[in-house]
């Protein structure tokens, strides 16, 4: 086995005979357990001692990569850095301790901390209120899509079966139509990126549920069009559902409850720098305009004369709880530590820092859509396409030079795209790093494109065959002895 190429597995590393604890002597009698409850076998552990075991999960840590240790422009992610001090406040006993079925006489503190991040959302974002519950952007997509089928169902209306989704869009926004059994319609986008509003216009009826959108759009532009978009789909009947995790570059400029969207979701693991990535823990609040504040999810924390309570009385749920307590505790000290004043800089400082990069490479890059963008922006490759060069090779260099890769190849609308989004946290410094990065790659590309091409050359694993790992992946110790 080539153990350069998987790294030490902790089997590797086992001695038959080591061990990491050491328990007391049992004093009492041995108790057998009956037969059909043994193994047959027993099981393979790896056998280490305590050193060695500290040595190969600390080694392994430090392969992560992480805003906290560079740069990490993953455009569409929005990967702000998670200030320590939300960290201190999630890790107080008070909260780490609460069960989630004590009696609410008992959490009072918890649940207005609840309550309050609810109604901060709600003013950030000019809804009347906010359900907590749903565990992920996706998962608040889905919760908003019901409360809008049902919502539409309590009217009789049962003929909205379509969900108008632009061609731009995160690949969740018409996943989660069809989990909620509706049917998916795309509206293209025009040359300049936006929806077309004349393409909109013939696709709207009585069978529509809702719009979804993303504003600014994945492209980092804002749909100007947004007011006669809206009019439009109230017209018809349909409800307008806003996609919040790019609320970022809207903080402290403008509200989408304003611009007449009724349902959207916002990414906690965002927007509100708490965590993400490596599968959660994520947190996509859901809020409402007014007249649909009856269909949001149970359990639904309220505010009543005897304090806080949970209220149970609604058509659905989408969690078995009030969603994840502690990430919620991190996202209301980020909005509390910033506070009014600061976190309306929050927008155009990430505006900003994405222009400058965008202004700085786009005479190497090649820009399709030029003019101001918001938060993010996406590059069409490398502007000279001579050299063989592609979005994905200088993907892979730029790990080389301790960079996360942007997100590329999405959104579909370019063949050799490259989203970047810096977000507001960077210095002016670290930009220009980065830009100087980019157009060293775009340099090598054109002297020696091999070395681009042939790039990672000084990451822990090289180039890995994603094809390979997709259709053949090796899950299991024994499967990768057994494949080798
Ligand atoms: C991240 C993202 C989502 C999905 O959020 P998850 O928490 O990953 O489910 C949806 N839409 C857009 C535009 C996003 O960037």
Same mark, same amino acid.
Request: proline share 7%; net charge negative; aromatic share 8%.
């Given at each position: ?14 001695? &038959? ?6 328990? &007391? ?31 190969? @999960?600390?080694?392994? $840590? ?9 740069? +990490? ?92 989704? !632009? ?8 996943? $989660? ?78 509200? !989408?409850?304003?611009?007449?969207? *009724? ?26 305009? %007014?007249?649909? #504040? !009856?269909?949001?999810? $149970? ?5 009543? /004369? ?27 000290? +980020? ?20 222009? @400058? ?7 190497? +890059?090649?820009?399709?859509? /030029? ?17 063989? #060069? ?18 590329? +190849? ?15 946290? /960077? ?19 054109? %002297? ?7 790039? !990672? ?7 890995? %065959? ?16 057994? *494949?080798?």
């Amino acid at each position: 086995m080539n153990s350069k190429l998987y790294g030490n597995l902790i089997f590797e590393l086992s001695h &038959p005979g080591s061990k990491g604890y050491s328990l &007391p002597s049992n004093p009492y009698e041995p108790t057998e357990l009956p037969k059909a409850l043994l193994r047959e076998q027993k099981p393979e552990l790896p056998a280490c001692d305590e050193l060695t075991v500290a040595r190969h @999960y600390t080694n392994h $840590s430090g392969n992560n990569f992480s805003v906290d240790n560079g740069f +990490y422009p993953l455009g569409s992610c929005t990967m702000k850095y998670n200030p320590a001090i939300n960290e201190e406040m999630a890790a107080l006993q008070a909260f780490t301790r609460l069960h989630p079925r004590q009696p609410q006489n008992t959490c009072q503190g918890a649940l207005e901390l609840c309550h309050t991040l609810q109604q901060s959302l709600a003013e950030l974002t000019g809804m009347a209120d906010f359900t907590l519950n749903p565990f992920a952007g996706a998962h608040g997509e889905l919760t908003g899509l019901m409360i809008i089928r049902n919502y539409h169902q309590s009217r009789g209306d049962t003929k909205r079966t379509k969900v108008i989704v !632009p061609d731009s869009a995160h690949g969740t926004n018409p996943a $989660s139509a069809a989990v909620c059994g509706l049917e998916v319609v795309e509206v293209q986008s025009t040359p300049e990126g936006l929806v077309d509003v004349e393409a909109l216009k013939p696709l709207l009826g009585d069978d529509v549920a809702a719009m979804m959108m993303t504003n600014p759009n994945t492209l980092g532009l804002f749909e100007k069009d947004i007011p006669e978009i809206a009019q439009s789909v109230h017209a018809c009947g349909g409800l307008l559902y806003y996609d919040g995790a790019n609320l970022n570059p809207l903080l402290g400029v403008c509200r !989408p409850g304003d611009m007449g969207f *009724d349902v959207m979701h916002v990414n906690l693991h965002k927007t509100f720098s708490t965590p993400h990535g490596g599968g959660g823990p994520g947190s996509g609040p859901v809020g409402v305009k %007014d007249f649909l #504040v !009856p269909f949001l999810p $149970s359990p639904h924390i309220v505010k009543t /004369e005897a304090g806080f309570g949970i209220a149970d009385d609604s058509f659905i749920h989408v969690g078995q709880h009030l969603g994840n307590f502690l990430t919620n505790v991190r996202a209301l000290t +980020y909005i509390l530590t910033l506070g009014r004043e600061h976190l309306r800089t929050v927008g155009p400082l990430a505006t900003l820092n994405a222009n @400058y990069i965008k202004e700085m490479l786009k005479d190497v +890059y090649e820009l399709p859509i /030029e003019g101001l963008c918001k938060h993010e922006f996406v590059f069409n490759g490398l502007k000279d396409k001579s050299t063989g #060069v592609t979005t994905m090779h200088v993907a892979k260099r730029l790990l080389d030079y301790g960079y996360h890769a942007p997100t590329i +190849y999405f959104p579909l609308l370019f063949p050799e795209a490259m989203m970047i989004e810096p977000t507001e946290n /960077e210095s002016k410094q670290t930009l220009d790093n980065f830009i100087a990065v980019m157009r060293q790659i775009a340099q090598e590309a054109k %002297d020696t494109p091999e070395t681009v091409q042939s790039a !990672p050359h000084n990451t822990p694993i090289r180039r890995v %065959d994603d094809v390979l790992a997709a259709t053949h992946p090796i899950l299991t110790y024994k499967q990768l002895l057994h *494949d080798n």
